[in-house]
């Protein structure tokens, strides 16, 4: 006689009512709202990096980093790109959130024609936040005086 083997949770996951880890970013960590895009547009800091523009102000509400998007049609015609491009951008927010200062961010990419990957998003979207705050800083000092 054969023995059955106890199923695991990889196998459970694909079976149909298995259920999957969840791991979408949170509705709380989205911009979603244009009067929260046109604060940040109007009022933060910006840092350039080879493929991301990264827009950003301290954040409003307590928790982690919040982080919206801006694909427009000028990066891109063929929607299949944009889109690719957002998946790429909102995993890496999403892997380097825990890691990130309490910001709002808008992420735009800039290279055109580039192969985004979230290898390469990830590492210049945690360094182009790092150097957020002291600019930050310099521009309220900046406008104190």
């Known amino acids: 006689m054969e023995q059955k ?4 949770a990889d196998s ?3 079976q149909p009512g298995g259920k999957a880890p969840r791991l979408r970013l949170p509705q709380q960590s989205r911009l979603r ?5 046109s604060r940040i547009f109007r009022h933060g800091v910006r840092v ?3 493929t991301i523009l990264l827009v950003a102000t301290p954040g409003k509400h307590p ?3 919040r982080m919206g998007l ?9 929607a299949v790109l944009r889109n690719r491009v957002r998946r790429v951008l909102r ?4 892997l380097a959130r825990p890691r990130l200062p309490h910001l709002d961010l808008i992420l735009i990419p800039l290279a055109r024609g580039h192969a985004y990957s979230v290898a390469e998003c990830l590492p210049e979207l945690e360094a182009l936040a790092a150097k ?3 600019k930050w800083q310099r521009k309220q000092d900046a406008a104190q005086e």
Do not use: C, H, T, Y
């Not at 083997?5 to 695991?8: K, Q, T």
């Not at 709202?33 to 895009?37: C, I, K, L, N, Q």
């Not at 801006?70 to 015609?77: C, D, H, I, Q, T």
């Open 12 to 14: 459970q996951a694909n």
């Open 63 to 65: 928790g982690s980093a």
């Open 132 to 134: 957020i705050l002291p």
């Open 33 to 37: 709202r244009g009067s929260e895009f």
């Open 91 to 94: 995993e890496s927010f999403r």
């Open 70 to 78: 801006s694909v427009g049609r000028k990066f891109s015609k063929k």
């Open 5 to 8: 083997e106890a199923p695991d």
């Open 48 to 50: 350039r990096g080879s």
